[in-house]
């Protein structure tokens, strides 16, 4: 893949893009209740989490989505495949089981996903970065709180200034791990527009000051490379050495079917605890 899009070159530019209506309003409904019935299998399967100590009141699950039957074709969409595909300027995506999703309201704050997250301050800034995140919100977040805000540019910079996605239900968002994003903004019902950036503060904005969620907050995230020293630094030095990432990955059990989804989306699934597939999987 060697033609540089439009939308790739404003990733490039911006450390994130908006793709406008990729699925239908019935795609999203459908996927709504797909997500609520994945996790009643994993409630039972007793894989289902919240985060103690926190402000979180969002539920999640272990296993990655390519381990979910009623979840892995939205992560192997090839309209989602296409667009990481398209951003990294790859026909072969790497997959190594960084992807989940959530029920409710989760953390917020800015941060960066990638693992030297102060700017220019080791490996990470040193070459092009290969590493994207993709969201895929299934409710409304032009109009109401809840969704993505992101600090353009700071991908390649200290910082900068914050805006709001405005998603809508349909949209996809992908971004880079070193940008600077906060998850489950708030906004405020007479300046919608102007984001709040101190993290304490946006948590104590009183209810009758801020716009509500439009439903109960579905979001599913899954991470795509391209080929580089840094997929396989993020892998030996994130993924396998965090206690959450690791009991995340060893939830995930891919049998031949999830392979071979896989496989005919030119996608490269790296399993990174095989002595747990089910029956015996080593690929």
Not at 111 to 116: K, M, S, V
Not at 124 to 152: A, C, F, M, N
Not at 240 to 261: G, P
Request: aromatic share 10%.
């Amino acid at each position: 893949m060697s033609t540089v899009t439009v939308l790739a070159q404003q990733f490039e530019t911006n450390g994130y893009v908006l793709k406008k209506a990729v699925f239908s309003a019935d795609e999203i409904q459908s996927f709504r209740k797909r997500v609520y019935e994945q996790y009643k299998l994993d409630e039972a399967a007793g894989l289902t989490f919240q985060l103690t100590n926190t402000t979180s009141k969002a539920s999640y699950a272990k296993g990655c989505l390519l381990s979910k039957k009623l979840l892995r074709d939205i992560l192997l969409d090839t309209r989602i495949v296409q667009l990481a595909g398209e951003i990294l300027g790859t026909d072969k995506l790497i997959y190594f089981g960084d992807s989940s999703y959530q029920i409710g309201t989760g953390l917020r704050g800015f941060h960066r996903d990638c693992i030297d997250r102060a700017y220019n301050s080791g490996p990470d800034w040193e070459s092009k970065y290969t590493l994207i995140r993709l969201g895929l919100y299934l409710q409304d977040h032009s109009e109401y709180s809840g969704g993505l805000k992101v600090k353009p540019g700071t991908h390649e910079k200290a910082d900068g200034t914050s805006v709001f996605i405005n998603n809508k239900p349909g949209d996809l968002v992908a971004w880079s791990l070193k940008l600077q994003h906060s998850g489950n903004a708030v906004k405020l019902k007479w300046f919608p527009s102007i984001c709040i950036d101190n993290q304490g503060i946006e948590k104590r904005i009183p209810a009758f000051l801020k716009k509500e969620e439009e439903q109960e907050r579905i979001s599913l995230f899954m991470t795509f490379a391209a080929e580089s020293h840094h997929v396989e630094r993020y892998i030996q030095e994130y993924e396998l050495k965090r206690a959450d990432t690791i009991a995340h990955l060893q939830a995930s059990h891919y049998d031949e079917t999830a392979l071979q989804l896989a496989k005919s989306k030119q996608v490269d699934v790296r399993v990174l605890f095989p002595e747990v597939q089910l029956g015996g999987h080593t690929h």
